[in-house]
């Protein structure tokens, strides 16, 4: 599936609805990027199938054929960079990378999350927001450094969290807004309004705030 000199890697573990999201933008042709390939760290995963319908190249590196996490993480990268990427995209992508890895990768390499972060690094999210009594929940896209869910954010989604809310229903609508950051995310990566410099993002040539987070959000 290629549109544009920008490439495209993503990394996936499960169902893959937010690699859908990016093939969909990319047919729209509302997200002007090469989308390479897909990979898998587990053979079974719906979103192989998803990569098969759009003629995506898709593969598999079974975490479970190595006991070391770094051979995992070597034939990985091995794997990647036979496509030469602009960005690697973590989406829904559950393992936990080796600092060798994200280092190989930064800059390049961005997660969607599905929390507000800083909040709920981590797992099961909407459990937690629901236990703490927040009001209001969403999702992060943010580029990838050594320290879990913690890089500097490029996008931000909010949703709502409803009384008597199940963390099912959170969950769904979260991957709604997921669906729209993620694409616009890369988009603006891809045309070069968001850059990646000393560790921080830049929006345009100074550093984003978070007025223009929160700026860019209502532009989705």
């Known amino acids: 599936m290629q549109h544009a000199e920008f490439n495209l890697v993503v990394l996936i573990s499960g169902n893959g609805s937010n690699l859908q999201a990016i093939i969909d933008a990319i047919q729209a042709q509302t997200l002007p990027v090469s989308l390479r390939a897909v990979i898998s760290d587990r053979p079974g995963a719906f979103g192989l199938a ?18 070391q996490r770094e051979d995992f993480d070597k034939a990985l990268m091995q794997q990647i960079d036979a496509y030469s990427p602009d960005l690697v995209v973590l989406a829904g992508f559950m393992r936990i990378l080796t600092t060798d890895f994200v280092e190989h990768y930064l800059g390049k390499m961005i997660n969607v999350h599905p929390s507000l972060l800083p909040k709920y690094q981590g797992l099961n999210t909407h459990q937690r927001v629901l236990d703490a009594g927040e009001q209001i929940h969403g999702a992060s896209v943010h580029y990838v450094t050594p320290e879990l869910d913690s890089g500097p954010l490029i996008l931000q989604g909010e949703v709502p969290v409803f009384p008597d809310e199940s963390a099912k229903s959170l969950q769904q609508r979260v991957h709604a807004i997921e669906h729209k950051i993620l694409p616009a995310a890369i988009r603006l ?6 850059t990646f410099r000393k560790h921080r993002v830049y929006y345009g040539d100074k550093p984003m705030e978070k007025f223009q987070l929160d700026a860019l959000a209502k532009q989705l």
């Open 50 to 67: 998803r990569a098969a319908e759009a003629r995506i190249p898709a593969h598999v590196v079974d975490y479970r054929q190595f006991p």
């Open 189 to 194: 990566i891809a045309t070069g309004q968001v």
